[in-house]
């Protein structure tokens, strides 16, 4: 019959390769994103924050390995170590949400909406990536170009299956795009509070291991 202390050495290697799992996925989401916003054309508004969201990928990808070598050697430093990673991401994630600002993020989010509607009267054309991927159309909607005589671009149209819709997008960029990127800055700040008890999880699995482990060295030295 295993023992508690090799219960919880296996407990820890599981929660250590879903903590390794949860860390690329979070690395892929940084890279996808970076991506994204490099081919949208909105990294002017990308900020040392984002810079932070790869850094927390990668401290937990190196607190996960860390974690699973301490718990399958049952060693008492390196846990010791994996729980001084632990700490650190939740002083980031707590920096994170402390620095979260809506009002920042849409003043950005406009200034951005509104270069690229600037370029769209001087080159016709640099608002389709946009008005395609939001479904939205001008800056406040399809009388932008109306009221400017001119042509109502075919990205405004909802197309599928080579028809097109007969009336333009009602909502404008500037609504669709703030929309878009608060619910994403909304949704970033949960996966945050949810990582901290993750981590939470993972330093008081960690500590109970290390004092089983302290509890057993003990014993052999009686």
């Not at 949208?40 to 810079?51: A, I």
């Not at 500037?174 to 619910?183: D, F």
């Amino acid at each position: 019959m295993p023992t508690v202390q090799v219960c919880l050495q296996w407990t820890a290697v599981v929660f250590n390769t879903f903590t390794l799992i949860i860390g690329s996925l979070a690395a892929l989401a940084g890279v996808y994103e970076l991506f994204y916003k490099l081919e949208e054309g909105s990294t002017d508004h990308l900020e040392v924050e984002k810079l932070l969201q790869f850094a927390i990928a990668g401290t937990l990808i190196l607190a996960a390995i860390i974690g699973c070598f301490g718990a399958f050697l049952g060693s008492i430093k390196v846990l010791v170590v994996h729980l001084v990673f632990l700490l650190l991401l939740i002083c980031a994630h707590i920096w994170k949400l402390a620095h979260y600002n809506e009002t920042k993020l849409l003043d950005a989010t406009e200034v951005f909406v509104m270069s690229i509607w600037m370029k769209e009267l001087v080159h016709p054309g640099a608002m389709q990536r946009l008005q395609h991927t939001y479904e939205c159309c001008g800056n406040k909607g399809s009388n932008d170009y109306k009221s400017l005589s001119m042509k109502v671009p075919k990205s405004c149209f909802h197309s599928k299956d080579g028809l097109i819709a007969v009336y333009p997008y009602v909502e404008g960029c500037m609504a669709a795009v703030k929309r878009a990127h608060l619910q994403l800055y909304r949704d970033e700040r949960l996966v945050h509070a949810g990582l901290m008890g993750y981590e939470i999880v993972g330093i008081i699995l960690t500590i109970t291991l290390c004092c089983q482990l302290t509890n057993k060295m003990r014993r052999y030295n009686y």
